[in-house]
C-alpha cells in the first residue's frame, strides 16, 4: 500500500503549546450566528402551546346568567364584589383560555355588553362563563 498521504497518515494531531483546546460544550456556539432556521424554534414552541375551546352555554345557564347581571344592576351602587369566569380568544390561533377575576362592580354596560370592574378589567358579556357574588344569596 503506497498511496500518496502514507506518511502522514498515521501521525497525532498536532496540539498547540500556546493555544489550549477548545472545550467542546464551547464548539456550538461557535455556530450558533449561522443558525439556518432562525425562527424556528419559536415557532415549534407556538404550535405546541395548547388553547381551550369556548364552551356552548345550555339554556339554563343563559338564563341564570342574565337573572345574575339583572340582580348585579339593580345593586351596580353598592360596587358589589364579583368573581367572573370568562372565555378570552386567544389572538394567533383557534381557541383561548379561560379566565378568572375578582373585584368590585364599577359597571355594567350595556351597550358594549361589557362588565368594569374597578381596577380596568372589562369583561365583555357575551363570554362570561360564570358570575358568583355574595349578592346572589338572597
Known amino acids: 500500500m503506497s498511496g500518496k498521504y502514507d506518511d502522514i497518515l498515521y501521525l497525532p494531531h498536532p ?9 467542546i460544550s464551547e464548539r ?28 356552548e352555554l345550555d339554556e339554563d345557564t343563559k338564563a341564570e346568567l342574565d337573572r345574575r347581571q339583572a340582580v348585579l344592576l339593580e345593586r351596580i ?20 383560555s379561560y379566565l378568572t377575576a ?4 364599577k359597571k355594567l ?17 357575551d363570554d362570561v362563563a360564570s358570575l358568583e357574588s355574595e349578592c346572589f344569596q338572597d
Open 77 to 96: 351602587s353598592e360596587q358589589p364584589e364579583i368573581t367572573v369566569t370568562w372565555f378570552q380568544p386567544d389572538e394567533r390561533k383557534d381557541g383561548g
Open 15 to 23: 496540539t498547540s503549546t500556546r493555544h489550549p483546546r477548545m472545550p
Open 109 to 125: 354596560d350595556a351597550i358594549q355588553r361589557l362588565l368594569v370592574l374597578t381596577d380596568g378589567t372589562e369583561i365583555p358579556l
Open 102 to 105: 375578582t373585584g368590585r362592580l
Open 28 to 55: 456550538a456556539a461557535i455556530f450558533s450566528p449561522f443558525a439556518a432556521l432562525t425562527g424556528h424554534a419559536g415557532a415549534i414552541a407556538e404550535t405546541a402551546r395548547l388553547t381551550d375551546q369556548k364552551m
